[in-house]
T-cell receptor
Framework: DTGVSQDPRHKITKRGQNVTFRCDPISEHNRLYWYRQTLGQGPEFLTYFQNEAQLEKSRLLSDRFSAERPKGSFSTLEIQRTEQGDSAMYLC?????????????FGPGTRLTVL | DQQVKQNSPSLSVQEGRISILNCDYTNSMFDYFLWYKKYPAEGPTFLISISSIKDKNEDGRFTVFLNKSAKHLSLHIVPSQPGDSAVYFCAASARGGSNYKLTFGKGTLLTVNP
């Protein structure tokens, strides 16, 4: 399977704990995005990488959130001191930007539940 | 503020008939539009896209129409099949920006009845 993969698929944690999610993009894609989706809403942009450089962070991404993409391959999203409001589906997407067109391909997501 | 709006939370159609899903946007900088389909417990799956230089793009049973003056696009599925039942998201991006982030609507739940 050469699509976007995410691990874990589900995570249940207690408030105050730290969690880390991993995303493996499609191998030749140079851009990697993180989105968050809550119930009844569409995905909301969090941050993106061009190769290994993190180029933009949404204001939704508080100081408790950090993302990395070492070597421009896989990416991790860490949430420190989780809060109940962090409960959501965290989606990773990747794309290869050619001629300014940007079809993003999504992984299956990591569903986070903070108790 | 909701820059991409899908005003119909749900739509129900009979198998074999046409499904029309609508989307409106407010940001005039948007110039590339995409439709995604999402099944429960899965990530969104890319369906079809359209650039603002076109007013129609067709791929098999799926056609997207863009009306720039009205800031409106629609997705037509014909004929509709039960396997099309899913949540459909409209998304937009602005090539003028450097990040190409997608802005999504809230989605429309399509149910195709056998």
């Amino acid at each position: 399977d050469t699509g976007v993969s995410q691990d874990p698929r589900h995570k249940i944690t207690k408030r105050g704990q730290n969690v880390t999610f991993r995303c493996d993009p499609i191998s030749e894609h140079n851009r990697l995005y993180w989105y968050r989706q809550t119930l009844g809403q569409g995905p909301e942009f969090l941050t993106y990488f061009q190769n290994e450089a993190q180029l933009e962070k949404s204001r939704l991404l508080s100081d408790r959130f950090s993302a990395e993409r070492p070597k421009g391959s896989f990416s991790t999203l860490e949430i420190q001191r989780t809060e109940q409001g962090d409960s959501a589906m965290y989606l990773c997407a990747s794309s290869l930007v050619l001629n300014s067109y940007n079809e993003q391909f999504f992984g299956p997501g990591t569903r986070l539940t903070v108790l | 503020d909701q820059q991409v709006k899908q005003n119909s939370p749900s739509l129900s159609v009979q198998e074999g008939r046409i499904s029309i899903l609508n989307c409106d946007y407010t940001n005039s900088m948007f110039d590339y539009f995409l439709w995604y389909k999402k099944y429960p417990a899965e990530g969104p799956t890319f369906l079809i896209s359209i650039s603002s230089i076109k007013d129609k793009n067709e791929d098999g049973r799926f056609t997207v129409f863009l009306n720039k003056s009205a800031k409106h696009l629609s997705l037509h599925i014909v004929p509709s099949q039960p396997g099309d039942s899913a949540v459909y998201f409209c998304a937009a991006s602005a090539r003028g920006g450097s990040n190409y982030k997608l802005t999504f609507g809230k989605g429309t739940l399509l149910t195709v009845n056998p």
